[in-house]
């Protein structure tokens, strides 16, 4: 059964930091893209960030310079740095994992951000 939990959503204000994770079980870790998505109230799931297999790391341009993206490929974790929180980061945050051979993907439940004052 596959499982991809986060954890690390809540109320931060704005310039702040969290840290989210995600922990995968059930899928071969190692062969699997992880990203993180959002989805804003009353708005589309985007994309925030990737993770190759191997490292390789790619943000939308709203992420780009205040998010990081990392994968701990012993531990099966991905995890999902955020600095300089704006409240337009305030979204649900959902992990994604995208099988590179089979192409079957797997999404989380979702961790809540909220960003204010």
């Known amino acids: 059964q596959v499982q991809l939990v986060e954890s690390g959503g809540g109320l931060v204000q704005p310039g702040g930091s969290l840290r989210l994770s995600c922990a995968a079980s059930?899928?071969?870790?190692?062969?699997?893209?992880m990203g993180w998505y959002r989805q804003a109230p009353g708005k589309q799931r985007e994309l925030v960030a990737r993770?190759?297999?191997?490292?390789?790391?790619s943000y939308e341009d709203f992420a780009q310079g205040r998010f990081t993206i990392s994968r701990d490929n012993i531990n099966h974790i991905v995890y999902l740095q955020m600095n300089s929180l704006k409240p337009e980061d305030t979204a649900v945050y959902y992990c994604h994992a995208e099988n590179v051979r089979t192409r079957i993907t797997y999404w989380g439940q979702g961790t809540q951000v909220a960003v204010s004052s």
């Open positions: 993770i190759s297999p191997g490292g390789g790391a």
């Open positions: 059930g899928i071969i870790f190692s062969i699997n893209v």
